[in-house]
């Protein structure tokens, strides 16, 4: 997909005076965080969830991640309308309808589901196609305190559970695997061979074969104000839960990024509606692509684009209110930007490539819409 293409967020503001917020695609960053990923020992998948817009499908695509982690039908029309049957679809979101299922199996020939009940599974099996080529993997609750997103409080079977359906699905005359997701923006490589730690235990007691490893998502974003050891570290951590759990060169191993393949490939321009005082109202917030600022831990830069003379050099708090009439509509923790902001300036959002432009609403007629390039 083709997007307009401008050298700087600079020459974003000085062409279009933009009223609206600008999303920017960095492609060589998107490039960059893909090519990091060719050190991961196995296979990775793409959670479209992350970013699905095309431009980021197709450029992950053509850097080689040619498989990706669906949770939906519409997400599953997205990768076969864009790739047809060329790109891998794994369908591992474990509360699944059963339409979903059935499109998915008959009309793109998804293989690979997850599930973290026996409920769930018994669905898969009514409504996929049972060829010996399927796999359904049980998605695991492990610890996730060290992740800023847990996501053990809605998915995973305690490890008692998860043995027992493993032992289902084979005894179904399935292929079984193992997942988990140590939670979002992890700020540790631990997590991840505590967690295949912990699934070799299940595989062990299960006593059966195992066909895949799924580590899931959670590698982390490089944000202001989150130490992080490099992505290497958390490469080196799986290789090494691999190897402490003897994992057979048969099972495959399995990753589904989404925050650190697209995070820093994506910013937001956003424009200064009014300010009061030290308050600062902008024309995008957290029912747009702000979203995750929410939080009062979430920090990206931020700077001052001003095209019509320079800004003052003395930087202040401003608490950010976003453009509806919801008082929920303010973000977490404050914007450091120079004392003289006023109405007009445009400030550029940065690191706002994941869980941005797939979270905004049209909430109150505000829908950021307008989607660029910038080249550097
Ligand atoms: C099943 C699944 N896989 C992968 C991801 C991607 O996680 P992350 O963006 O933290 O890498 C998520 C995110 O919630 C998920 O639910």
Not at 103 to 125: M, N, P, Q
Not at 193 to 208: E, Q, Y
């Amino acid at each position: 997909m083709l997007l307009d293409t401008f050298a700087s967020s600079e020459a974003v503001v000085a062409d279009l005076q933009p009223a609206e917020p600008v999303f920017c695609f960095l492609p060589a960053e998107l490039r960059a965080a893909a090519r990091r990923f060719v050190a991961f020992p196995g296979r990775v998948l793409y959670a479209v969830k992350c970013n699905p817009h095309p431009f980021v499908l197709e450029t992950l695509y053509r850097e080689g991640i040619t498989d990706f982690d669906v949770a939906s039908l519409d997400e599953i029309k997205l990768i076969g309308g864009l790739f047809e049957k060329s790109a891998g679809q794994f369908f591992n979101n474990p509360a699944k309808t059963r339409p979903a299922i059935r499109v998915g199996s008959e009309e793109h020939g998804i293989r690979f589901y997850t599930a973290d009940c026996t409920e769930e599974v018994e669905k898969i099996l009514d409504e996929a196609c049972l060829d010996d080529d399927l796999i359904v993997a049980v998605r695991l609750a492990t610890a996730a305190k060290d992740a800023r997103y847990t996501l053990t409080t809605k998915f995973g079977a305690p490890p008692d559970e998860a043995v027992r359906i493993v032992q289902m699905i084979k005894a179904r005359g399935i292929k079984a695997g193992v997942s988990f997701h140590v939670g979002s923006q992890c700020l540790n490589p631990k997590s991840f061979s505590t967690a295949i730690s912990l699934s070799g235990k299940v595989m062990r007691k299960a006593g059966v074969p195992i066909s895949v490893l799924n580590v899931g998502g959670g590698f982390p974003a490089p944000y202001p104000g989150d130490r992080l050891p490099d992505i290497s570290a958390y490469f080196a951590n799986v290789m090494q839960g691999r190897r402490d759990i003897d994992l057979p060169p048969s099972c495959m191993l399995l990753c589904e990024p989404g925050r650190s393949l697209v995070a820093t490939a994506g910013r937001v321009i956003v424009q200064v509606v009014v300010r009061r005082d030290r308050a600062i109202f902008l024309n995008d917030g957290v029912f747009g692509t702000l979203q995750e600022l929410v939080s009062p831990l979430e920090r990206r830069p931020v700077r001052v684009i001003r095209p019509s003379g320079p800004v003052s050099d003395r930087l202040m708090e401003f608490k950010i209110f976003g453009p509806t009439c919801d008082s929920n509509d303010v973000l977490g923790a404050p914007f450091l930007l120079p004392a003289d902001t006023r109405e007009g300036d445009w400030i550029e959002v940065d690191m706002m490539g994941a869980y941005s432009l797939s979270m905004r609403t049209r909430f109150n007629g505000f829908h950021t819409d307008r989607i660029v390039a910038v080249a550097s």
